[in-house]
Antibody, heavy 120, light 107 residues
């Protein structure tokens, strides 16, 4: 059974970089597209970006200048970095799989999510 | 970008009720729509994909329908486990993926 587990600091200071990792078990990173999605009380669910191990990542234009998504096939992990964070980046961050091998897809399954708070 | 407008934002219902949630897309998206259920403290879980395909393991009281821009999630007989928040999501090719604002189903 496929499982996704997000991990990383729960508290990040303004202007610093948020770094999260999604560890995948029960499936190979090479076989699917993977997305990061965040959920904040004020803005609901926002797709951040996706990646396939063989190719470039694609990002939400509203975040593109500050986001990097990468994969580590040796560790079967997907990573997210968001630079120059502000309190508006406070959210629950989820990683999720695209069930079909295409970038434009629904998401299944999702990780349990990790809350990141941006505060000094 | 395709905007997804979901209604109502909150819905009060009772066990056994037939419940309908709607989602309107700002442009034609074909069948490229999914519905999710989210319970407090949990990640969203897909119920319906490709507008009307029931995800494996999801009870048959859930169904999806629609056409192009207007979509509906129906729960034929609301059960206690169904009190949750529901979201639609489009995934039209070459368009920014966006979600509806959510519908909270409460007693």
């Amino acid at each position: 059974q496929m499982q996704l587990q997000e991990s990383g600091p729960g508290l990040v200071k303004p202007s610093e970089t948020l770094s999260l990792t999604c560890s995948v078990s029960g499936a190979s990173i090479r076989d699917y597209y993977w997305s990061w999605i965040r959920q904040s009380p004020g803005k609901g669910l926002t797709w951040i970006g996706h990646i396939y191990f063989f190719g470039a990542a694609n990002y939400n234009p509203s975040l593109k200048s500050r986001v990097i998504i990468s994969v580590d096939t040796s560790k079967n992990q997907v990573s997210l970095k968001v630079t120059s964070v502000t309190p508006e980046d406070t959210a629950i961050y989820y990683c999720a799989r695209h069930p079909e091998l295409i970038p434009d897809n629904w998401f299944d399954p999702w990780g349990q999510g990790t809350l990141v708070t941006v505060s000094s | 970008d395709v905007q997804m407008t979901q209604s109502p934002s909150t819905l009060s219902a009772s066990v056994g009720d037939r419940v309908t949630i709607t989602c309107r897309a700002s442009q034609h998206i074909g069948h490229r729509l999914a519905w999710y259920q989210q319970k407090p403290g949990k990640a969203p879980e897909v119920l319906i994909y490709e507008m009307s395909n029931l995800e494996s393991g999801v009870p048959s009281r859930f169904s999806g329908s629609g056409s192009g821009t207007d979509f509906t999630l129906t729960i034929s007989s609301l059960q206690p486990d169904d009190f949750a928040t529901y979201y639609c999501q489009h995934y039209k090719t070459y368009s920014l993926i966006t979600f509806g604002g959510g519908t909270k189903v409460e007693i």
